[in-house]
């Protein structure tokens, strides 16, 4: 049965299949071909991996985000960071990197952190003089902490997979992502003292302070989102309701910039997004129920076990399965089909489900930039108009600093449970 699965996977995904049609097919000819059990079963697991009060999170999330995206709260977020850091050479492409960060915040989407920051930061930049593929690399790979820093579905849907907390995940997201901006920052001031990058910003105090004064109402939004959460005033999912209900008002009558036009463009492009992936975890909750009827899972793991017995071997030879597997795969399709895999290990090596859970996001998420499914590579080119091939060679230099990231996150997991155990 398992070079069926594999074989059939393999050969579906070559096919260009929907993936979610490609772990649905495997799922069912493995049950018809080699097990004694009803094909009810399949419709029974598709209506349970709906069937979840988390799953709730995931398309108030992404109506949140595209609310902002579509708003006027990007805006706010890149002229209140430029205004704080400006100044500085180097000062522009800082508040780009802060921006993205800010943004990821609110949005939890990779993708949507690159097309609102994106637009905005990559004419600023290569007006002010910054190198074209420089400025397109930095924001392009700034965006993908729009799953690293909470709230993130990926990490809705590893708690959902993995069986953790959600309020510990959003956590232990927080460190790595400021970790990642640290490097990233620290990288776009070489390059500006290097090139001679001025500064941009000249704004006084008392301006500085009425351009943080608009952009507030966003930057409020990790604050009440997350505080809401640690403090026990709702749960995750509610507070992806609250998202939802303070972007309408912030965009609606502060910023007044929601037209009934737009929002209803808005309605449409999020349910269909929402709904490719719910479609996409209904499908892959079947197969999930059948590497674990079969015992894939723990027979993996006993093959490991008795072949590598360094922790920090197995660390080194998963990144780079992961890195692999995030070229050909999409990050849903990755968590969702790799971690009932991966899991029974964890225990072996005495790895913390948390630091593991973000190290595998960190992992996937590199995934963005990389061929063929880099998505992030795909809406920079969207909004820049410039050829795949410029946009992936603009992200090079971006993509060796994130691998550093990347090993610190794997090597010192303390990096990625402090903050929950601290808040715990």
Not at 192 to 215: Q, V
């Amino acid at each position: 049965m398992v070079w069926f699965i594999v074989c059939v996977f393999l050969g579906l995904l070559l096919l260009s299949t929907p993936i979610a049609i490609v772990v649905l097919a495997t799922t069912a000819g493995a049950v018809t071909l080699f097990m004694n059990v009803p094909h009810t079963a399949l419709v029974q697991q598709l209506f349970r991996g709906l069937d979840n009060f988390l799953l709730l999170s995931i398309p108030f999330f992404i109506l949140a985000g595209n609310i902002m995206a579509e708003g006027r709260i990007a805006h706010y977020l890149v002229e209140s960071m430029n205004a704080c850091v400006g100044r500085f050479r180097g000062g522009l492409a800082l508040a780009g990197i802060l921006t993205c960060m800010f943004f990821a915040a609110i949005s939890g989407s990779s993708p949507a952190t690159v097309i609102a920051v994106g637009s905005i930061m990559i004419p600023a930049l290569i007006r002010a003089g910054y190198d074209e593929k420089f400025s397109i690399g930095l924001i392009t790979s700034a965006g993908t902490l729009g799953i690293l820093i909470p709230p993130s579905i990926p990490m809705v849907l590893y708690s959902l997979v993995g069986n953790t907390s959600v309020s510990d995940m959003f956590m232990a997201g927080v460190v790595p992502g400021v970790v990642r901006v640290v490097v990233l920052g620290a990288f776009a001031l070489y390059m500006a003292r290097r090139h001679g990058w001025g500064a941009t910003s000249t704004h006084s105090f008392g301006e500085t302070m009425r351009i943080l004064g608009r952009a507030s109402w966003g930057l409020a939004m990790p604050v009440i989102v997350l505080g809401g959460i640690y403090s026990g005033i709702f749960t995750p999912t509610e507070a992806a309701g609250v998202s939802v209900v303070y972007a309408l008002l912030v965009e609606t009558f502060v910023y007044r910039s929601l037209t009934w036009a737009k929002f209803r463009a808005i309605l449409v492009k999020s349910a269909v997004l929402s709904s490719a992936l719910l479609f996409i975890i209904a499908c892959a909750m079947p197969f999930i129920w059948l590497l674990t009827r079969e015992q894939l899972p723990a027979q993996a793991a006993q093959f490991i076990s008795a072949h590598i017995g360094n922790k920090y071997v197995f660390l080194f030879l998963v990144n780079v399965l992961l890195l692999l597997i995030g070229c050909v795969m999409d990050i849903v399709t990755s968590i969702l089909v790799l971690t009932p895999i991966f899991l029974p290990m964890l225990t072996h090596f005495g790895i913390d489900p948390v630091a593991w859970g973000i190290m595998m996001i960190v992992n996937v998420e590199i995934g963005f930039l990389t061929f063929p499914f880099g998505l992030n590579l795909f809406v920079a080119m969207g909004i820049t108009g410039k050829p795949l091939t410029e946009i992936a060679r603009s992200v090079l230099p971006f993509l060796a600093l994130l691998f550093l990231c990347l090993l610190m996150v794997t090597y010192i997991p303390v990096i990625s449970t402090w903050l929950p155990s601290l808040l715990r």
